[in-house]
């Protein structure tokens, strides 16, 4: 989870002026450098991601888009949610009045990614480097584009972005309450119990030098796009195992799938990644057997260290993941610690169908939106239903209900964290060494304000799973709360050396470290990259409200303002749930922040 000062610098500041790019798009005119578009007398102002999205297509008409080609090109290089390019894609067609069933400009293919359907041409004299479709000049690809004059360097929005004059379209309406019913402030009182559990700010994994990790995405073989999900798991499962070695620094998945289907060099990507090994693999499952490839490099000596071909029937599938765990472990030569054996070899499932949900469960609580948790409950209700002693399934239950809390609003939300707590409780009855168990309790007890309690259950998280990136990340965020910002950004430190491809989640937490401590510029600058990386995310843009009106921006404020409400039409500033301030005079300064932003706590 970085930039600019409290003055807006101009374009001429920057390395390069903007481009004198205009071209028609249908009935629309582009122009690239200011990013408006223009028809009839209304004029609409992008994004700086939507018109590179737009500039990208452009500069592949007809051609099918992928959203890894977006992603890309687009986000240069950072992870991103799905979530991020579809959203991308509607504020796009919502600004050009296009519709995803009746398209005139954009395509949907499907479970594929885009496709531009529109005539375009290049306006006399304003062409600039159009170029036929799939054409780039080198080092000028089209989706990199000079800051719009008068705004921030780098692509990062000015207070004018999203402007609209004349008659614009709507903004596009996204589900309600996005992030947690973050929105809502409440005082507390933490009576000395959260220093008992601040050990957990220790080292991460006491590795030895070179023993760092990354588990790259397994490749999915089948010949069915459909069975992604089962790869991916496969992989999660292994990164899950593995960093619970304390001996061993195992990097997140989120960092790692930024290497999917990638050809570099085993040497480029562990160096980016900060990994000396690097485990690959491969997953080809056909009706009840299963083919699982995997070998183990070392990135630096560029050498193969070990590899495996396992042919096994599906049924066999929990005793092959302890192999290949073991033999991983042998060929890396951890020491383990007392304990940890059997951490790795317990398994608390015979049902291959209830496995299979549970894997299912997670592709879809990972996306992080509102409709696929629901989906994600259901298949982990399916999961506990095959195999009532499920403990995994029940940690993936408890955290689509705390998740659904950061959904809702008021009553709802306590409602959600009390069936979080339930479920929760129930799993950790069958198997307290689950760290996702803990980790959902963390956040119930942290929605909630009990941040003694909330430590301690993300302590535990660590302790079982010393390479828990996001057990980091969450106790960097309970330590905003409580005031203790220094320590905050010391869990940040560590949450972003075990998940170095930082989210835009990951930039917002350490953001509003840095607005704690009043250092606004480096608070703005983390955010504004956040915005780009995740334009829906209600936390980032508030927290963006109130240092763009910290730094006196008031018109930028305001517009953030007015994006959170297009986001949420309901929301408000509810000081009755889940954002538990301690510090008083940080408290205050936050809602007047908020107040000149043009938004007041109720």
Same mark, same amino acid.
């Given at each position: 989870?970085?930039?600019?000062?409290?003055?807006?610098?101009?374009?001429?500041?920057?390395?390069?002026?903007?481009?004198?790019?205009?071209?028609?798009?249908?009935?629309?005119?582009?122009?690239?450098?200011?990013?408006?578009?223009?028809?009839?007398?209304?004029?609409?102002?992008?994004?700086?991601?939507?018109?590179?999205?737009?500039?990208?297509?452009?500069?592949?008409?007809?051609?099918?888009?992928?959203?890894?080609?977006?992603?890309?090109?687009?986000?240069?290089?950072?992870?991103?949610?799905?979530?991020?390019?579809?959203?991308?894609?509607?504020?796009?067609?919502?600004?050009?009045?296009?519709?995803?069933?009746?398209?005139?400009?954009?395509?949907?293919?499907?479970?594929?990614?885009?496709?531009?359907?529109?005539?375009?041409?290049?306006?006399?004299?304003?062409?600039?480097?159009?170029?036929?479709?799939?054409?780039?000049?080198?080092?000028?690809?089209?989706?990199?584009?000079?800051?719009?004059?008068?705004?921030?360097?780098?692509?990062?929005?000015?207070?004018?972005?999203?402007?609209?004059?004349?008659?614009?379209?709507?903004?596009?309406?996204?589900?309600?309450?996005?992030?947690?019913?973050?929105?809502?402030?409440?005082?507390?009182?933490?009576?000395?119990?959260?220093?008992?559990?601040?050990?957990?700010?220790?080292?991460?994994?006491?590795?030895?030098?070179?023993?760092?990790?990354?588990?790259?995405?397994?490749?999915?073989?089948?010949?069915?796009?459909?069975?992604?999900?089962?790869?991916?798991?496969?992989?999660?499962?292994?990164?899950?195992?593995?960093?619970?070695?304390?001996?061993?620094?195992?990097?997140?998945?989120?960092?790692?799938?930024?290497?999917?289907?990638?050809?570099?060099?085993?040497?480029?990507?562990?160096?980016?990644?900060?990994?000396?090994?690097?485990?690959?693999?491969?997953?080809?499952?056909?009706?009840?057997?299963?083919?699982?490839?995997?070998?183990?490099?070392?990135?630096?000596?560029?050498?193969?260290?070990?590899?495996?071909?396992?042919?096994?029937?599906?049924?066999?599938?929990?005793?092959?993941?302890?192999?290949?765990?073991?033999?991983?472990?042998?060929?890396?030569?951890?020491?383990?610690?007392?304990?940890?054996?059997?951490?790795?070899?317990?398994?608390?499932?015979?049902?291959?169908?209830?496995?299979?949900?549970?894997?299912?469960?997670?592709?879809?609580?990972?996306?992080?939106?509102?409709?696929?948790?629901?989906?994600?409950?259901?298949?982990?209700?399916?999961?506990?239903?095959?195999?009532?002693?499920?403990?995994?399934?029940?940690?993936?239950?408890?955290?689509?209900?705390?998740?659904?809390?950061?959904?809702?609003?008021?009553?709802?939300?306590?409602?959600?964290?009390?069936?979080?707590?339930?479920?929760?409780?129930?799993?950790?009855?069958?198997?307290?060494?689950?760290?996702?168990?803990?980790?959902?309790?963390?956040?119930?007890?942290?929605?909630?304000?009990?941040?003694?309690?909330?430590?301690?259950?993300?302590? *535990? +998280? /660590?302790? $079982?799973? #010393?390479?828990?990136?996001?057990? &980091?990340?969450?106790?960097?965020?309970? =330590? !905003?709360?409580?005031?203790?910002?220094?320590?905050?950004?010391?869990?940040?430190? *560590? +949450? /972003?050396? $075990?998940? #170095?491809?930082?989210?835009?989640? &990951?930039?917002?937490?350490?953001?509003? =470290? !840095?607005?704690?401590?009043?250092?606004?510029?480096?608070?703005?600058?983390?955010?504004?990259?956040?915005?780009?990386?995740?334009?829906?995310?209600?936390?980032?843009?508030?927290?963006?409200?109130?240092?763009?009106?910290?730094?006196?921006?008031?018109?930028?404020?305001?517009?953030?303002?007015?994006?959170?409400?297009?986001?949420?039409?309901?929301?408000?500033?509810?000081?009755?749930?889940?954002?538990?301030?301690?510090?008083?005079?940080?408290?205050?300064?936050?809602?007047?922040?908020?107040?000149?932003?043009?938004?007041?706590?109720?």
């Amino acid at each position: 989870m970085p930039i600019q000062m409290d003055q807006q610098p101009s374009a001429q500041a920057d390395s390069g002026s903007p481009r004198e790019v205009q071209f028609r798009l249908g009935d629309w005119v582009v122009d690239v450098a200011t990013r408006d578009i223009r028809r009839a007398g209304t004029v609409v102002r992008l994004e700086p991601k939507v018109m590179r999205v737009l500039e990208f297509l452009v500069g592949r008409r007809g051609q099918v888009v992928s959203r890894y080609d977006l992603e890309s090109h687009v986000w240069s290089g950072m992870v991103v949610t799905d979530d991020a390019v579809t959203n991308t894609v509607i504020k796009l067609r919502k600004a050009l009045g296009d519709k995803a069933r009746d398209p005139r400009y954009i395509e949907t293919i499907a479970k594929t990614g885009y496709r531009l359907i529109a005539d375009v041409e290049p306006l006399p004299g304003r062409a600039g480097p159009l170029l036929p479709p799939g054409e780039t000049p080198p080092g000028d690809e089209l989706s990199r584009t000079a800051a719009p004059t008068g705004g921030p360097k780098d692509g990062h929005p000015g207070p004018a972005t999203g402007q609209v004059t004349a008659a614009p379209p709507q903004r596009p309406r996204i589900r309600r309450g996005r992030l947690l019913p973050v929105l809502m402030l409440v005082s507390l009182a933490v009576a000395g119990g959260l220093a008992l559990y601040l050990s957990v700010i220790t080292p991460p994994p006491t590795a030895a030098a070179g023993t760092v990790v990354a588990v790259l995405p397994f490749d999915n073989l089948s010949g069915d796009p459909e069975q992604d999900y089962f790869a991916d798991g496969i992989t999660q499962d292994l990164i899950t195992d593995l960093s619970k070695l304390s001996n061993l620094q195992v990097l997140a998945r989120n960092s790692a799938l930024a290497y999917r289907a990638s050809t570099e060099p085993e040497s480029v990507i562990g160096r980016e990644l900060g990994a000396r090994f690097l485990v690959r693999g491969s997953v080809q499952r056909s009706g009840e057997r299963l083919r699982i490839n995997v070998s183990l490099t070392d990135a630096v000596e560029g050498r193969n260290r070990w590899g495996e071909r396992y042919d096994r029937q599906l049924a066999d599938i929990f005793h092959l993941q302890d192999e290949i765990t073991a033999h991983v472990v042998s060929a890396l030569q951890v020491e383990l610690a007392p304990g940890e054996q059997q951490r790795l070899t317990r398994r608390y499932v015979t049902s291959i169908e209830a496995y299979d949900a549970l894997l299912r469960g997670l592709d879809l609580l990972g996306r992080r939106a509102s409709a696929d948790n629901a989906e994600a409950r259901a298949q982990f209700e399916r999961a506990i239903e095959l195999e009532p002693g499920f403990a995994r399934a029940y940690a993936g239950l408890a955290m689509t209900h705390a998740m659904h809390a950061t959904y809702g609003h008021g009553p709802q939300v306590a409602a959600s964290l009390e069936r979080a707590e339930t479920i929760a409780r129930q799993g950790m009855a069958i198997d307290e060494a689950q760290p996702q168990l803990h980790f959902a309790m963390g956040l119930v007890e942290m929605y909630r304000g009990n941040l003694a309690a909330a430590a301690a259950e993300v302590s *535990r +998280a /660590i302790e $079982l799973r #010393p390479s828990f990136a996001d057990g &980091y990340g969450l106790m960097a965020w309970i =330590l !905003h709360f409580a005031g203790r910002p220094d320590e905050g950004l010391e869990a940040m430190r *560590r +949450a /972003i050396a $075990l998940n #170095p491809h930082v989210t835009a989640l &990951y930039r917002t937490v350490k953001a509003a =470290l !840095h607005y704690e401590l009043g250092e606004l510029d480096q608070a703005r600058a983390l955010l504004e990259e956040s915005v780009e990386m995740n334009p829906d995310q209600l936390l980032t843009r508030l927290y963006l409200a109130a240092v763009y009106a910290a730094t006196g921006q008031i018109e930028s404020a305001r517009w953030q303002v007015d994006e959170i409400r297009a986001l949420d039409a309901g929301f408000r500033l509810d000081l009755a749930y889940g954002f538990p301030i301690r510090d008083p005079r940080y408290r205050a300064r936050f809602l007047a922040d908020l107040a000149r932003a043009g938004l007041a706590a109720h």
